[in-house]
């Protein structure tokens, strides 16, 4: 089996900085790609920033581009999404998600964290 473990979540006052980090353990062969979602309360869940594998091409929601970067360490099975300039909207459940390949003739298998809370108010 797979874990996540996404640590990094808090408060934050408008305009501030955080950075989430989610790392991979248990039975990985390797990982595709690696993503961060969100869901606040009362919406639906959505794709935050992904990133692929081998040349880490880095994909974002339009509401955060400019403002979040996304990164991974691949030695580590770590995804990295550094968030800047933060606002009120950004205020959610954040996830990280991560196809994993659990050895070498099995497909990819979507993983999630538990979800970390990012709050952001004055």
């Known amino acids: 089996q797979v874990q996540l473990v996404e640590s990094g979540g808090g408060l934050v006052q408008p305009g501030g900085s955080l950075r989430l980090s989610c790392a991979a353990s248990?039975?990985?062969?390797?990982?595709?790609?690696m993503g961060w979602y969100r869901q606040a309360l009362g919406k639906e869940r959505e794709l935050v920033a992904a990133?692929?594998?081998?040349?880490?091409?880095?994909d974002y929601a339009d509401s955060v581009k400019g403002r979040f970067t996304i990164s991974r360490d691949n030695a580590k099975n770590t995804v990295f999404l550094q968030m800047n300039s933060l606002k009120p909207d950004d205020t959610a459940v954040y996830y990280c998600?991560?196809?994993?390949?659990?050895?070498?003739?099995?497909?990819?298998?979507?993983?999630w964290g538990q979800g970390t809370q990012v709050t952001v108010s004055s």
């Open positions: 998600q991560a196809n994993v390949r659990t050895s070498w003739a099995a497909r990819t298998l979507d993983f």
């Open positions: 990133i692929t594998s081998g040349v880490n091409y880095a």
């Open positions: 248990g039975s990985i062969f390797s990982i595709d790609a």
